[in-house]
């Protein structure tokens, strides 16, 4: 017999309206002190009590789920952002529904759509390039919603750095002597609009007047295997580069090994440098001189943004000042580029 909240008040010994304010968040006078709900909620645990989210959210109007949109999870980027946003939200009292947009996905709105028609509370999006989700984000509807990966003027928005992140990465390679810098990313990652790595690595070299060396392959911007294949290509190119800088740390990966077994020396020979600095970087044979991405910075302030959103569209508080933030990115420089 499934265990009702009533069940739970009378093995408790106290009042109903008390286990409820308890249990499910009721609003009321009702004051309850630390002892009663540390008692309520043992009671509750011992007894196998499922609160009922239906019925909660048609008496308080609110879902208690958040909608979190971003890239594919074979991308171990996106899988470290999902698991701070998650672990973040459930702390919070919230659940989680996921969205994700495939690599072969350009247009992503019908994503968006789908989860507002889940009657959520709000919404975090990922977003690094310009897609058909920007111009949604404009509709009144979406003041619940935080932008994340590129700031945007008219959202809610938490940016990392990239700019400034990408000048790094090309300023070390150049100190410890490279002269030929070449930008290692898929095809797809050239053509995408908004991305800001390409695009600051164009300007860069064209301010320290050096040849603008593109290397690009087929395939998504997590496979491996494409990526270390086209870096043994580059290996056997007679004016190969002498530094890489690569559009994440996945295709670095794939560099590293592409290099090292067509008998590169790395870094004495060619140096790479990775973008987003994942957890593995620093475990790998060689370890990967990176460009540290603040994902958890970047889905701290979002949740703590929406959370501020979704409080006063239940409160009807009038809508404060927009958020938009670049939160600053470093070098970790490691062997794969220590000369």
């Given at each position: 017999m499934k265990v009702t909240l009533r069940d739970v008040a009378e093995t408790a010994n106290v009042h109903f309206g008390t286990a409820s304010c308890v249990l499910n968040g009721a609003r009321g006078s009702t004051r309850v002190s630390p002892a009663t709900r540390q008692r309520i909620l043992d009671t509750a645990q011992k007894l196998g009590y499922v609160p009922n989210r239906i019925a909660q959210q048609l008496r308080t109007r609110k879902s208690r789920v958040i909608g979190l949109l971003v890239g594919g999870l074979e991308n171990l980027f996106f899988a470290r952002m999902v698991s701070v946003c998650s672990e973040e939200l459930e702390r919070r009292g919230f659940d989680v529904i996921l969205v994700m947009r495939r690599a072969d996905q350009p247009e992503d709105l019908h994503l968006l759509e789908a989860l507002i028609s889940r009657q959520i509370d709000g919404m975090l999006v990922w977003s690094e390039t310009?897609?058909?989700?920007?111009?949604?984000?404009?509709?009144?509807?979406?003041?619940?919603?935080?932008?994340?990966?590129?700031?945007?003027?008219?959202?809610?928005?938490?940016?990392?750095?990239?700019?400034?992140?990408?000048?790094?990465?090309?300023?070390?390679?150049?100190?410890?002597?490279?002269?030929?810098?070449?930008?290692?990313?898929?095809?797809?990652?050239?053509?995408?609009?908004?991305?800001?790595?390409?695009?600051?690595?164009?300007?860069?070299?064209?301010?320290?007047?050096?040849?603008?060396?593109?290397?690009?392959?087929?395939?998504?911007?997590?496979?491996?295997?494409?990526?270390?294949?086209?870096?043994?290509?580059?290996?056997?190119?007679?004016?190969?580069?002498?530094?890489?800088?690569?559009?994440?740390?996945?295709?670095?990966?794939?560099?590293?090994?592409?290099?090292?077994?067509?008998?590169?020396?790395?870094?004495?020979?060619?140096?790479?440098?990775?973008?987003?600095?994942?957890?593995?970087?620093?475990?790998?044979?060689?370890?990967?001189?990176?460009?540290?991405?603040?994902?958890?910075?970047?889905?701290?302030?979002a949740i703590d943004v929406l959370l501020e959103r979704i409080n006063e569209a239940q409160t009807s508080t009038e809508h404060g000042a927009l958020y938009n933030e670049r939160i600053a990115m470093s070098l970790k420089v490691r062997a794969s580029s220590s000369r």
């Open positions: 310009n897609t058909e989700i920007r111009e949604r984000l404009r509709w009144g509807d979406m003041a619940t919603t935080v932008l994340m990966g590129y700031p945007l003027e008219y959202r809610d928005s938490f940016a990392a750095d990239a700019p400034a992140g990408v000048r790094m990465a090309l300023d070390h390679l150049l100190e410890i002597g490279c002269k030929r810098i070449g930008y290692f990313a898929p095809e797809v990652g050239l053509h995408r609009a908004g991305d800001e790595r390409y695009v600051t690595y164009q300007e860069w070299v064209a301010e320290h007047h050096l040849p603008e060396l593109v290397y690009s392959f087929d395939g998504p911007s997590y496979d491996l295997h494409v990526s270390r294949e086209r870096a043994e290509l580059l290996a056997d190119e007679p004016d190969r580069p002498d530094g890489l800088f690569c559009m994440n740390d996945m295709m670095a990966m794939g560099a590293l090994s592409g290099l090292r077994r067509k008998g590169v020396k790395v870094p004495e020979e060619i140096a790479v440098v990775g973008f987003d600095d994942l957890p593995m970087s620093a475990e790998l044979e060689l370890p990967l001189t990176s460009v540290h991405f603040p994902t958890s910075e970047i889905c701290m302030r």
